[in-house]
């Protein structure tokens, strides 16, 4: 089993910054890959960015060069760094855990990720 507990998020302006941090716990072989989704009203949950534990990352195209995921040394702490936000980083963002997809890097299939509990980010002007 793999627990997880994210903080940050709240609202941001429109071309400014929020952090995101995730605290994960657990069976490590069950947590190769650490990684950040999103969900916006009415639209599907999707990867925003990914970490492994030899620290390789991914990122979505749609955050590329404004959103940084980091996680220490211990491998229990990740962040979302997003920098530069627009109106559609707006979305509920979640902390999850779990295998990594073969040659993307990227984590899932979802339904074998642990989910963060979620946090609410709004992007205004």
């Known amino acids: 089993q793999v627990q997880l507990n994210q903080t940050g998020g709240g609202s941001g302006q429109r071309g400014g910054s929020l952090i995101l941090s995730c605290t994960v716990s657990g069976d490590i072989y069950e947590r190769y890959c650490l990684g950040w989704f999103r969900q916006a009203p009415g639209k599907e949950r999707e990867a925003v960015a990914a970490?492994?534990?030899?620290?390789?990352?991914t990122y979505a195209d749609s955050v590329k060069g404004r959103f940084t995921i980091s996680q220490d040394n211990t491998k229990s702490n990740f962040y979302l760094q997003m920098n530069d936000l627009i109106d559609d980083d707006s979305a509920t963002y979640y902390c999850?855990?779990?295998?990594?997809?073969?040659?993307?890097?990227?984590?899932?299939?979802?339904?074998?990720?642990?989910w963060g509990q979620g946090a609410q980010v709004t992007v205004s002007s």
């Open positions: 970490i492994d534990r030899a620290f390789y990352t």
């Open positions: 999850a855990a779990g295998p990594q997809v073969m040659y993307t890097g990227a984590c899932g299939p979802m339904s074998r990720l642990y």
